[in-house]
């Protein structure tokens, strides 16, 4: 019954984020900016097929993006359509992925929704979800690796179908045409086949094949080469001075900018969470004292912002990377990252920890990774996206573990 239960619920809720993100959209209206305006001349002017082998050998491996970009930038209903189906997806998947009751569902759904209210203001929603080609890129891709690994629990826990097999690895393929998502999915189909190999077996190794399919396809693509150079004379010119402990730091440093900037209210409500959640003396310690920087670290960028002024994230130069305020913030982010490791495996059931740290761990490969990009600081807050929705998505998860915790606590006081 739990289930059938859940099902229902996680559906209205896709049917509920489609029906308000649509008349958002619309109601708001519908403009075409930055990039939107040359995707559209290509779609009005250009061959697609001929368009998109150019710019595999030209610019770009993200082929299937590019085909869903010139396929719907003139048709801006149809794009707010898709787009309200990708948000409605994204919500829904992630209600499924962190409940296993209808009335968890509905809690996770809520706290879900109230990490991306607090980052309203944030370019990482506005140009990840909101904007025509941002969305494309990133709300598309992180959606349908969503409901990937929501098919899987599904196939594990409900009814393994052939359609249902085949459904979660033509999602796994399609999304990850993205850079920062094929590494989350590589890393976490990995992680699912090592943790629970003969239950998963069936689903995740095809999903995986197909994967890897599309690394070697980004790995091989000669407009990737083009692109990197160009976007290095045009973007950051020193970047290849870089050494690679740099672009790490570089990297890092953005990740520090999540944690403070970008995200704080995420991490302050998963502390919050594990000190409610966990019976372990030393990780309820932890938990306190996590809840405590993080809050004293939000409250200083709301004063004064980490050290330098900056209102999104803190550009490094070749020279200041290697700088005391640098390897300042790159030390607090590890010390504060370890602690928080240790408090989920100190904290948290046997059953639970170990995914729990893969997802953690997971959630910093996205932004850590564009430490090698020359358009680490060129393309907005929305290269946060992917690791934005994984750890609200965890956060989503605690808070309500919180709350079911706080709920049998108070009926065993009752009954004692």
């Known amino acids: 019954m739990e289930t059938s239960g859940l099902n229902r619920t996680v559906i209205k809720i896709f049917f509920a984020g489609f029906v308000i993100a649509v008349a958002y959209l619309n109601i708001s209206g519908i403009h075409h900016q930055s990039d939107d305006f040359f995707f559209s001349q290509v779609a009005k002017e250009s061959n ?16 299937v993006i590019e085909y869903a970009l010139v396929t719907v930038i003139n048709h801006k209903i149809v794009w ?9 997806l994204t919500f829904s998947c992630v209600a499924y992925l962190t409940s296993a ?40 891709p992180v959606a349908l690796s969503l409901l990937g690994f929501s098919l899987i629990k599904f196939f594990t826990t409900q009814k393994q179908s052939t359609p249902v097999l085949w459904v979660a690895s033509l999602a796994f393929f399609l999304s990850s045409f993205n850079e920062q998502v094929i590494v989350a999915n590589v890393i976490l189909l990995v992680s699912v086949l090592a943790l629970r190999f003969e239950r998963t077996l069936k ?19 000669p407009g990737n080469e083009v692109r990197f ?67 004293s670290l939000f409250m200083l960028n709301r004063v004064i912002p980490f050290v330098m002024p900056h209102t999104t994230v803190k550009i490094f130069t070749p020279v200041t990377v290697l700088g005391f305020t640098s390897f300042l913030r790159v030390f607090g982010l590890a010390v504060i990252s370890l602690l928080t490791c240790a408090t989920l495996y100190l904290g948290l059931k046997q059953n639970q920890r170990k995914t729990l740290l893969i997802i953690y761990i997971c959630s ?32 989503a998860y605690l808070v309500t573990q919180a709350i079911t915790t706080l709920k049998h606590n108070r009926r065993s006081s009752a009954l004692g």
């Open 80 to 88: 707010s359509v898709l787009n309200s189906l990708f948000i409605g």
């Open 364 to 395: 910093f490969s996205g932004t850590v990774m564009l430490g090698l990009s020359p358009t680490l600081y060129a393309s907005g807050e929305r290269i946060f996206y992917t690791s934005a929705i994984m750890i609200s998505a965890l956060s």
């Open 203 to 221: 689903i995740t190794l095809p999903s995986l094949i197909l994967t890897l399919l599309v690394l070697v396809y980004i790995l091989t693509c």
């Open 48 to 63: 697609t097929l001929n368009w998109l082998i150019f710019r595999y050998h030209n610019w770009s491996s993200r082929t």
């Open 101 to 140: 009751n209808s009335r968890q569902a509905l809690a996770s759904s809520a706290v879900f929704l109230f990490t991306l209210m607090c980052a309203l203001k944030k370019g990482f929603l506005k140009d990840g979800a909101l904007w025509m080609t941002g969305s494309i890129n990133y709300l598309w």
């Open 229 to 295: 150079i160009s976007e290095v004379h045009n973007q950051y010119p020193d970047f290849m001075s870089l050494g690679l402990i740099s672009k790490l730091l570089l990297g890092i440093n953005l990740s520090f900018d999540q944690l403070t900037i970008i995200q704080p209210v995420v991490f302050i409500l998963m502390y919050g969470s594990l000190f409610l959640i966990t019976e372990n003396k030393t990780a309820k310690y932890l938990a306190l004292i996590l809840f405590f920087v993080t809050v």
